[in-house]
């Protein structure tokens, strides 16, 4: 019976233990956790979301509270496009992440960013731009191109002195997305080094419509592998969504997958950037808690434990501190909602929006608990203790039971009474 680790995922000379734990922003795939899969061999992810507001977090900056004040005149007013970014501080926020994160890089693996098209921050050519840049100005090792078509991402970077030598990736969760961009970008002389396939049952945004369960990720992931090989195209396939052990692995290893991203397995254990609090909701949710729901503004299905705070709040937008999902016209879907609320109930003190929910603050706060459809069997990933809480695992731990382990079983880790 095989194992993830008969198998090996090569780029060039370079072999990796095949697992990729997938970008999860606003930095729910931290640094810490992107190190341990790179210390084991494998390949972890940061995310490039909302970057300003992580290294104030972690790196004393003051980049919110700065824009904050810069643009507190405006903070009652419904027009927002005149929120910029200063490129230069969103540029600075990447390079201290990047910088951070690779100078304590061990072992044989390797650290990518997963940067997202949909983070459109009112400028979204000149964002994405220098988010990539400064990326690879401190030498990250891989840019996944995620959230989007990416059909100009590619020329955004292509005059990079590290455009030949950075690994470049892109999600698709279609035959088609992934023929539109090989069609778009075929005069840029730069092969994708990998693509990962994004099947309906990831976490965060999907890359399908509301009718999300009519599509399936062995099925989507079969195609891409005939197209490439009917295009003579030799590129990494890599599937993700709904892999939640070792042998769910193998079986896409053995049909010729190169290797697997995985993600929620992680959301529950210490390095992940989840409060502890949160993920004992994780851990606690059942089958019938998640839920595909269209309440971010990007306009993407995206998949969350339905009873988290997110859901139903009606925060004012701020815009003025965070603004990430501002479209090129200073537009945000959840601004209309909730001016809508707020003329619809003039006397009203709290607001309640239904349709739509504040991401930058939600995630920013982790409010709006994202997941993948299996989160619901988190609970018999761990031990539940005499107090009733769930055992936090360890990254480690996780990333070895899909290394190792066969027959579908999960490995439970050493029990830690509370
Ligand atoms: C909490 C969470 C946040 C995520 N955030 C992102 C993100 O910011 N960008 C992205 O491309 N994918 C995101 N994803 C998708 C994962 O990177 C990954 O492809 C997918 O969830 C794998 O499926 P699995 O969670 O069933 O293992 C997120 C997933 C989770 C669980």
């Not at 979301?49 to 904050?68: E, G, I």
């Not at 892999?243 to 529950?268: C, H, K, P």
């Not at 539940?384 to 070895?400: C, N, P, R, S």
Request: hydrophobic share 40%.
């Amino acid at each position: 019976m095989k194992r993830v680790d008969d198998f090996r995922l090569r780029f060039g000379n370079k072999e990796l233990v095949p697992i990729m734990i997938g970008g999860m922003g606003v930095d729910i795939s931290t640094s810490a956790l992107a190190l341990e899969a790179a210390r084991l061999g494998g390949i972890g992810h940061i995310s490039d979301a909302m970057l300003p507001t992580v290294t104030d977090r972690h790196y004393d900056t003051k980049f919110v509270s700065q824009k904050q004040k810069q643009y507190k005149y405006n903070v009652t007013n419904n027009d927002k496009s005149s929120i910029k970014f200063d490129l230069e501080q969103v540029a600075e926020a990447s390079r201290i992440h990047v910088r951070h994160t690779m100078s304590n890089k061990t072992g044989d693996g390797m650290i990518f960013i997963n940067c997202m098209e949909k983070l459109t921050m009112n400028a979204p050519r000149d964002t994405l731009r220098v988010r990539m840049r400064a990326a690879m100005d401190e030498g990250i090792d891989g840019i996944t191109l995620a959230a989007g078509l990416h059909l100009g991402s590619m020329a955004l970077i292509e005059d990079h002195p590290r455009f030949h030598d950075v690994k470049l990736g892109l999600i698709v969760s279609s035959v088609r997305a992934l023929q539109l961009f090989l069609r778009k970008t075929s005069k840029i002389n730069r092969q994708l080094d990998y693509i990962v396939v994004e099947g309906p049952l990831a976490g965060g945004h999907l890359g399908f419509g509301m009718d999300w369960a009519k599509f399936d990720l062995r099925t989507i992931t079969r195609e891409v592998l005939d197209f490439l090989k009917a295009e003579n195209l030799n590129i990494p396939v890599i599937p993700a969504g709904g892999i939640f052990t070792g042998s769910d692995a193998v079986s896409y290893l053995e049909e010729g997958s190169a290797a697997v991203q995985v993600a929620t397995r992680f959301t529950v254990t210490q390095e992940c950037g989840i409060p502890p609090n949160v993920q004992q909701e994780y851990f606690r949710a059942s089958e019938e808690d998640i839920e595909v729901n269209q309440l971010s503004p990007t306009g993407y299905p995206m998949r969350m434990i339905k009873q988290c705070p997110a859901t139903h709040s009606g925060i004012r937008p701020n815009c003025e501190a965070f603004g990430y999902v501002l479209d090129a016209n200073g537009k945000c879907a959840y601004i209309d909602a909730y001016n809508r609320e707020v003329a619809a109930h003039p006397d009203e003190k709290k607001i309640v929006v239904t349709d739509k929910m504040c991401l930058c603050t939600h995630m920013r706060n982790y409010d709006c608990w994202t997941c993948g459809h299996y989160a619901y069997r988190l609970k018999d990933t761990s031990h539940k203790l005499a107090d009733g809480t769930y055992q936090i695992l360890t990254a480690e731990h996780v990333f070895k039971d899909y290394q190792f382990s066969t027959d579908n079983k999960i490995a439970l880790p050493e029990k830690i009474e509370a």
